[in-house]
């Protein structure tokens, strides 16, 4: 059933503020990882990564 018609579901969308609010806080979560994880290594950056995304699910 399409999201049109099943009258449970509310689409939603981020409005231009909304949108820009978004890109903000994802350029300070990425600077924030940089500084805390930037002395690694590009290697044991990636193996946190894969670990990460294991327990992740």
Avoid: N
């Avoid at 609010?21 to 990564?49: C, K, N, Q, W, Y």
């Amino acid at each position: 059933m399409s999201a049109a018609k099943d009258r449970r579901a509310t689409l939603v969308a981020l409005t231009a503020e909304g949108t820009r609010v978004s890109a903000a806080i994802r350029a300070a979560r990425r600077a924030e990882a940089d500084r805390f994880f930037g002395h690694l290594p590009g290697t044991d950056r990636a193996e946190l990564a894969r670990i990460l995304r294991t327990l992740r699910g």
